[in-house]
């Protein structure tokens, strides 16, 4: 371990902790309809939309109408994305001429699904599989729209607590409209700009072929990469324009571009925490909110950072890691891109897993066993580590109902938060969108462990599922959880050590995806319909204060305590078992 690494992750905090309040305070003012610095030049287009769409701005919506709106929107991307895949050879700016050979059905079913959910889950190497029209026109533009939905649902989530009395949560169009005109666009803008200035390409070219040192040739692929980049980090998206996704140099090229793009990622799940505590009229619950997501966070890019450091007891013994070639001795280098280091990939990992963002600048697969338990371990907490663009916060409240719940049990007085009395229905919803996530990642894990598929079903090729695998034993388990961990929790990394473009994994990997994303968003708007409807409570003696110390650990806890005790048994027979025969010089 070194100081510099421990003072990587200490910057990175503050500087997250710097933009919570002012981007929070925005955010805001924006869902709330009122002015800001960005009005004078964006309020036309606002208008300009609901007018071509035919939206009322000031006509609100039921929690089923909102729901039913976000359900018609998902299932419209869904159904766009699939035939631009499957028509990609009509269309234009497709220099390689790729077609509907790239993509068979099962592929884009699960890549539809995987952008639709804000998953952007990539079986397939972007750069030999995608015309520059459907990275453009599809992944691009569904990165803005599932990000904008997230965080539309946060909204409604929110207005459920700080409303009273009240029968509507909002207007879907309208949440959406705001949060991708005031919010994505500009932010995203900016930051594309940047990444050009420091090397990211932005371009329409053929691929270019050159002359090696060595006498060979080598194709080296070309894009509009900045613009995707900058949307791909900020809306919490993940998808790569290449295979090798922010480890390559054409997305992600500097250590300065590095940390941009953490910060990118963090930026909007952590100002939203502000933004609940303004919107409930008390901005301490929105720092307690953020408080108990570090309190989760921290623990975690530290550990993994340790662990990554520490190295591999093996190759210590053999003299390997000593290697004046190395740049950290001692320390695990395998799978880093050596422009960052241990540190900075650490970081990168614990970041993108905490965050719903499928971005990675290392190779998962490559950690050691505590490394990789780290971000397999975020995703499996439904992604409240701080999380996605508005998914973070959703599903962080999700856990202060359940936290409020079980404190009220405690002391034997009826649950309140926010001055709503959580009852029944809300705890019901809760628990609803928790079994369903649980079953879905131990289910699919299983069946993925055992299955053997049959000669001439449409899910070929026939043999055990386990054959896709590149490792055995615990850490090939590893593989398969942190697959559909990664989908279900809307994450869409990958440990990079699994082949899951066969039929199976993108059928039931895009089912997870479904799951982790609708069986999350419906039961919180049935709940923030239920909240809504509520008067609003005076705080009296016998309430359980929910901005202090004590009601941070408990939120952080109860996230800890679900995740442990759902997935315990999985995590000892992969990463944590792994951890302990590695130490018997066991590898695998």
Not at 2 to 13: P, S
Not at 247 to 276: D, K
Request: with cysteine; net charge neutral.
């Amino acid at each position: 371990m070194t100081e510099t690494g421990f003072l990587q992750i200490a910057v990175y905090f503050l500087a997250i902790l710097l933009v919570t309040r002012p981007l929070g305070a925005f955010l805001a003012y924006v869902f709330a309809g009122r002015r800001t610095f960005l009005h004078p030049l964006l309020r036309p287009v606002e208008r300009l939309i609901y007018r071509l769409s035919g939206i009322r701005e000031d006509a609100e919506q039921r929690w089923t109408g909102y729901a039913g709106a976000l359900l018609a929107f998902s299932l419209f991307s869904f159904l766009v994305l699939y035939l631009l895949q499957r028509l990609q050879g009509w269309f234009p700016f497709n220099p390689q001429a790729f077609g509907a050979g790239n993509v068979t059905p099962d592929l884009a079913f699960n890549t539809a699904v995987s952008f639709m959910t804000n998953t952007d889950w990539q079986a397939y190497s972007g750069e030999a599989t995608l015309s520059y029209f459907v990275q453009m026109a599809g992944l691009t533009v569904q990165n803005f729209a599932s990000a904008a939905a997230g965080m539309a649902v946060a909204i409604a989530l929110i207005r459920g607590f700080a409303c009273e009395r009240a029968g509507a949560i909002g207007n879907f169009w309208v949440d959406l409209t705001r949060a991708t005109v005031y919010v994505l666009l500009p932010i995203s803008l900016v930051a594309a700009l940047f990444l050009c200035s420091q090397g990211v390409i932005q371009n329409w070219l053929p691929y270019a072929q050159v002359q090696t040192l060595e006498g060979g040739t080598q194709i080296i692929p070309q894009g509009p990469v900045a613009s995707q980049e900058a949307i791909k980090e900020l809306g919490t998206n993940g998808g790569g324009f290449f295979n090798a996704n922010s480890a390559h140099p054409y997305e992600n090229p500097t250590p300065l571009t590095n940390f941009v793009e953490m910060l990118l990622i963090f930026m909007i799940p952590a100002g939203l925490t502000y933004t609940f505590g303004k919107m409930v009229g008390d901005t301490r619950q929105g720092w307690a909110i953020f408080a108990a997501m570090s309190i989760l966070f921290l623990p975690g890019a530290f550990t993994a950072y340790i662990s990554e450091q520490s190295g591999n007891p093996i190759l210590a013994a053999s003299g390997v890691q000593q290697s004046p070639s190395n740049l950290h001795p001692g320390g695990n280098m395998e799978g880093k891109e050596v422009r960052f280091g241990i540190a900075a990939s650490a970081l990168f990992a614990t970041i993108t897993t905490g965050a719903s963002c499928g971005a990675v600048n290392s190779m998962h697969d490559s950690y050691t066993p505590i490394g990789g338990l780290v971000p397999i371990f975020n995703m499996l907490t439904n992604e409240v580590i701080f999380g996605g663009a508005g998914a973070g916060l959703y599903g962080m409240l999700l856990f202060a109902i359940l936290a409020v719940f079980i404190a009220g049990l405690m002391v034997g007085r009826t649950p309140e938060y926010i001055g709503k009395k959580i009852e029944g229905k809300e705890v019901k919803m809760a628990m609803l969108a928790l079994i369903a996530t649980a079953a879905s990642v131990l289910l699919f894990t299983g069946a993925s462990g055992v299955l053997d598929l049959a000669e001439g079903s449409y899910i070929n090729p026939p043999g055990p599922a386990t054959g896709n695998l590149n490792n055995q034993g615990p850490h090939g388990l590893s593989e398969i959880l942190y697959a559909y961990a990664s989908g279900t929790g809307n994450n869409g990394s990958a440990f990079a050590g699994l082949n899951a473009n066969t039929p199976w994994y993108n059928l039931t990997i895009g089912l997870a995806m479904l799951i982790g994303r609708f069986f999350i968003i419906v039961p919180l708007l049935a709940a923030a319909g239920s909240l809504a409807g509520k008067r609003r409570l005076p705080a009296s003696s016998g309430t359980l204060p929910t901005h202090g110390p004590l009601f941070v650990t408990l939120l952080a806890g109860t996230v800890v305590i679900v995740g442990a005790l759902a997935f315990f048994p999985a995590l000892s027979l992969g990463p944590i078992v792994e951890h302990f025969l590695m130490h018997e010089m066991r590898v695998f």
